[in-house]
């Protein structure tokens, strides 16, 4: 089966041209340089009262199935139980011995289990959630412990995330949010989208990655205008183009060890891949995370054109034939609960060297509901003063309110730097 996939691809690949490598790349100008460290966020609070794990069931291989070489259930929460430091996960908080005798033995129909969720959590104790969804099933079948962490991370107190709402893109009353460009580098925003008969990376097979990498680019390939593009697939590039669309802020790689121990990373690179507009404004990422990221990115602050394109998109593929995985109350779903509702992150790089270097940039940033981080992803440094600066909040508000948070915090930023002298 999967030789007949992997010819489709492969003739699939031989009609589609790697990129050039970019060395004037939209992200050029980014300052270099060695910078502060970002402030990571996590939502803890570690249990005092943790329980163990029924000692009389580690090593229980049964639990394991055919996924051989991988940690049992039992080895996992014997993991979590005795972590090598302290562990502030939401998984540490809300397993609890209770909550693991009564989802060791579930299971979705994607063949999801309670290890494929945890796995990550347990091998990383200095995570900070530390759970993710095996497949979209996942969300009902281990409901006790998902509904726990998504509610504490997203800080609400019930799952009633609203129906989607982008807003009149043709009445938008944000434009560009530095005229002067002396402040914001770039804009991005982005969403995550799953296909719903699909499970996440810990169940997907190669043979399933190759199948819905097909399935998205019959998709990609129905975009027009200024949304129309190509796929690269990363099976071929070469490390080179990788390395400068990485740098670029264009492509993903697989450096991520939280991701890498739920599996995200396996089969890699196959089904995995890139496609992108000519001016590089339209982006999708094929099989990183997510089944399918949708970004919409340019040089400075002009936010109105950026959420207005990747609005465009989103209509535009959704009325191309695929099928997203959504459930009431928790609105679109994602691989990791902390994307889930509208998956939506918008972030500006942004220079703040004076607001950065204050002992309240944390508290100013949380106080808006904004997240700062490195500028080359989650879990890096500053460059240079240079930040990126997102909206925190995606579930329990809709698309357009995440922008205007996102915006409002943006303008709040800009004018704290410019008070002390930036
Ligand atoms: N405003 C921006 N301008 C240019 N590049 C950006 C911007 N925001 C994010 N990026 C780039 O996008 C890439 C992915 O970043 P990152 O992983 O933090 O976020 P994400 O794609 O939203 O996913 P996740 O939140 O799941 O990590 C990185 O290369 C990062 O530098």
Redesign the pocket.
Known sequence: MYAIYSRQIDRQRQNTELPEVQTSGD?DDLPGGEGDRVTIETNSGCPTTETHGDEDNVNDDADCGQRTGLSSVDQLWDKLCHPPTECHSLLKKHLTQILFDQLRHAQTKFGGKLEDCIRSGCENTDSGVGVYASDPEAYTTFAPLLDAVIKDYHKVSELNHPQPDFGDVDKLDFGDLDPSGNLI????V?VGRSHDSYGFPPVLTLEDRVEMEKKTVEALQKLEGELKGTYYPLTGMTKETQKQL?ED?FL?NDSDRFLRAAGGYNDWPTGRGIFFNDNKTFLVWVNE?DHL?FIS?QKGGNLQEVYTRLVKAIKALEGSGLSFAKREGLGYLTF?PS?LGTTL?A???IKIPKLSASPDFKAFCDKLNIQA?G????HTESVGGVY?I?NKRRLGLTEIQAIQEMRRGVEAVIAEEKKLGG
Do not use: K, L, P, Q
Not at 185 to 188: A, I, N, P
Not at 375 to 378: F, L, R, S, V, Y
């Open positions: 992200a580098v770039s804009t991005r982005r990485t802020h993903f995370e990221r990115m990791c994307n992150r972030s500006v790089h981080r500028i080359h992803g989650e990126d997102s």
